[in-house]
Nanobody, 115 residues
Framework: QVQLVESGGGLVQPGGSQRLSCAASGIIYSLPTMHWYRQAPGKQRELVATITFDGFRTYADSVKGRFAISANNALKVVYLQMNSLKPEDTSVYYC?????????WGQGTQVTVSS
């Protein structure tokens, strides 16, 4: 069994920064390809960023150049550094990973960008 726990959300002003963390626990030996998703009220869940097990990163066009995903395999933690935040970044952010043939999700962390 794997557990994913996100943290680091909150209220931030437009133009500000926030760093999200996703801690993985359970019987795991390493991080697989990991993803950050987000979902705003009334909208579909959106893939924001991906980091492969060997460190290759990809981003949604809407966050490219502003967000950065990273991972500490020793600590089993994945991060999402968010800079130059905009009101449209307001969402619940979820991390996701696949171990074996099962997808695991965290409970989500709310990020609100507002003045």
């Amino acid at each position: 069994q794997v557990q994913l726990v996100e943290s680091g959300g909150g209220l931030v002003q437009p133009g500000g920064s926030q760093r999200l963390s996703c801690a993985a626990s359970g019987i795991i030996y390493s991080l697989p390809t990991m993803h950050w998703y987000r979902q705003a009220p009334g909208k579909q869940r959106e893939l924001v960023a991906t980091i492969t097990f060997d460190g290759f990163r990809t981003y949604a066009d809407s966050v490219k150049g502003r967000f950065a995903i990273s991972a500490n395999n020793a600590l089993k933690v994945v991060y999402l550094q968010m800079n130059s935040l905009k009101p449209e970044d307001t969402s619940v952010y979820y991390c996701n990973g696949r171990w074996g043939n099962r997808d695991y999700w965290g409970q989500g962390t709310q990020v609100t960008v507002s003045s």
